[in-house]
Each structure stands twice: as structure tokens, then as C-alpha cells.
């Protein structure tokens, strides 16, 4: 591990002054952080602790939810209102890694947290543009089953590992951030970037800029939603394909409906052409069928990971059609 400093923040405006360095990093609950440290795949030289800042879950004026970046995950998946009024979040965040791990990382800290690929991990012999820009990308023609079928490029064709984000993305989370040039706040999907040339950038933040809150929309129909995870085993996987929907029903016809995907592009992936060709349609298993068609029409699947076209498809009709059952 190559060395570093640590300092502790006091409040917001001091983590900015800390962090205001080119290689300095903030610092939540570490658990991908450090552990990329230790695979000097990061070398920051400063880690800025920013644990102590922005750790409640508060009630917003207009009905929904305001999250501290520093809440851990276990809070926020244990917190009432998120369980009934969002379900969906609580069960992705409840899918991903270990209690052990959950219990340190933070809100913050996961959406912010790297790709697992093992090529980007191997700083022995891999070449990867992610970790190293122009090197070229060892997973086009190596062992690619887990890689993106979805919003990939040339350069890079890694996967978001998150779960606790394709919630978030269905869900039109708002992000609050803190930097140099004052508070801004930016819609969740468009936090994360698609690789295109410059698979490095994994996120549209500016240098020095601190995540600083989440926010949580009013949105009713969401009490009926879900979050299915496919992986190769049953606990500490991350997800070959996952579905996180929720669907508002008038009758037999679709009202609303909200649906982002995992494990299949370089960010979360929010399903928006299948959520078009649904709403104001009937809930069925052909229209089900249907959109989810339409949204993975343009996949572009790699030598060994063409499954995940038909399974994404199939756990997204699965899905929906266990959300109409819970509607009607």
C-alpha cells in the first residue's frame, strides 16, 4: 500500500478545504476504498474522513426523504419509512455483499464505489483503460461473462457492482453535492458516466466535490415495488443480471411504472424504453415481454455473457408480473 495521511473532517466546508487536493479522497466506510488501496489499483495521498458529516434520514417538506451520504447502509435498509414506502431500496440494499460489510459502508461511499472487475483489480499483467487510460481492455476477448451487455464501448466493458444504485435509479433519486463552486444537486441518472473514450471518469462529479445527501421523491405507487437479484450463488455475490421495478395499476391498465436494471452496463441502467412501451398498457405477460424486448435491442453481448439478453428479459417479466399480482 503505498503511503498516505489522514485527517478527519469538522464539518462540510472543511472536508472541501481538505479535499481540495488532486490526489486526496474522501473517505466513508472504506470498504472498496481500501481495499483498492491495497491493490495500489488507488493511491491517494490524503484520505479525508467525512464519516462524522451528514448521517441522519429526515422527512423532506414535500413527502419523501432526505439521506445523509454518511448513513450507513444497514440504517437505511432497517429505517421505516424506506421499507414501506420504498421496498425496493431496502431489499437491494439487503442483497448486496455482507452484513459485516454493510454495517460500515455508507450511502455516500456506494455510489461512488468502483467496477469489480478483475482485470481492473490485476495490476500485475492486465491491461485495463479504466486503471490505466489508452493501456487497451483485456476483458473484450478474455473471460467476460459478468461484463456489460449494455452502454458498453470499445475502450471498456465493465459492470456498476451496486445494488443499492439501480434502486436509486429507479426510483429518480436526486443527488445533493458540496464543491468549490457552492451546492448543486443533480438527477441519479446522471450521476454515473458510460465509458465511451474515458472509461477513468467514472462519474460526472467535479474535483474536490463531496456527495453530501440523497433524496427520495414522493412517490406512492412505490410502496409497490421490488428488487430481484439473479446470481451465481445465494449471498456475497454481485449480480449477473438484477431488476429493481415498481408499477402503478388502474385496472388492468399501467398508470406508471418505474424499472432500472443491474448488472448489465457500466452505471446503473435505467429501463426507459420498456417503461414507455408499458405505460398506458395492459399488464401482461406479452406486453411484459414486449418492453423488455425493446429495451434490450440494442444489447450488444460479448462471447461469454449472451445469456444475460435472455435472462435480463425473463427476470424482468418475472418481476412485473409478481408486482401486477401484488396491484391488483
Known amino acids: 500500500m503505498t503511503p498516505f495521511s489522514y ?39 490524503t484520505l479525508v474522513d467525512v464519516t462524522g458529516l451528514s448521517n441522519t434520514i429526515e422527512e423532506t417538506d414535500g413527502g419523501g426523504i432526505l439521506i445523509g451520504a454518511a448513513v450507513r447502509n444497514t440504517a437505511l435498509a432497517e429505517h421505516r419509512a424506506v421499507r414501506t414506502r420504498y421496498p425496493m431500496l431496502a431489499r437491494a440494499i439487503l442483497a448486496g455483499a455482507s452484513a459485516q460489510i454493510r454495517n460500515m459502508a455508507t450511502v455516500g461511499g456506494n455510489l461512488l464505489q468502483r467496477t469489480r472487475c478483475s482485470y481492473f483489480y490485476d495490476t500485475d499483467g492486465s491491461r485495463c483503460n479504466k486503471r490505466v487510460p489508452g493501456s487497451g481492455c483485456d476483458a473484450m476477448e478474455g473471460f467476460n461473462r459478468n461484463h456489460a451487455i449494455l452502454g458498453a464501448s470499445i475502450t471498456c466493458v465493465a459492470t456498476h457492482p451496486s445494488d443499492m444504485c439501480v434502486a436509486l435509479a429507479a426510483l429518480d433519486a436526486t443527488v445533493h453535492l458540496q464543491g468549490g463552486r457552492g451546492p448543486r444537486t443533480l438527477p441519479f441518472s446522471e450521476l454515473h458516466r458510460l465509458p465511451v473514450d474515458h472509461p477513468e471518469i467514472d462519474t460526472v462529479l467535479e474535483p474536490g466535490e463531496l456527495i453530501t445527501a440523497l433524496e427520495l421523491p ?102 412485473l408480473g409478481d408486482l401486477a399480482g401484488a396491484a391488483a
Open 7 to 45: 485527517v478527519r473532517a469538522g464539518d462540510t466546508a472543511d472536508a472541501l478545504r481538505l479535499g481540495a487536493g488532486s490526489a486526496a479522497a474522501y473517505l466513508g466506510g472504506g470498504t472498496n476504498l481500501v481495499d483498492l488501496m491495497r491493490e495500489t489499483v488507488a493511491r491517494p495521498d
Open 218 to 319: 414522493p412517490l406512492p405507487f412505490a410502496k409497490t415495488s421490488t428488487y430481484r437479484k439473479v446470481r451465481d450463488r445465494a449471498s456475497y455475490a454481485f449480480a449477473l443480471v438484477s431488476v429493481a421495478a415498481a408499477l402503478q395499476l388502474d385496472g388492468e391498465r399501467i398508470e406508471d411504472v418505474r424499472i432500472a436494471l443491474g448488472g448489465v452496463a457500466h452505471k446503473p441502467w435505467r429501463a426507459w424504453k420498456a417503461e414507455a412501451a408499458l405505460r398506458n398498457g395492459p399488464a401482461t405477460e406479452q406486453a411484459f415481454r414486449a418492453a423488455a424486448i425493446a429495451e434490450l435491442a440494442d444489447a450488444k453481448p460479448l462471447r461469454d455473457n449472451s445469456f444475460k439478453v435472455e435472462l435480463a428479459t425473463r427476470t424482468l417479466i418475472a418481476v
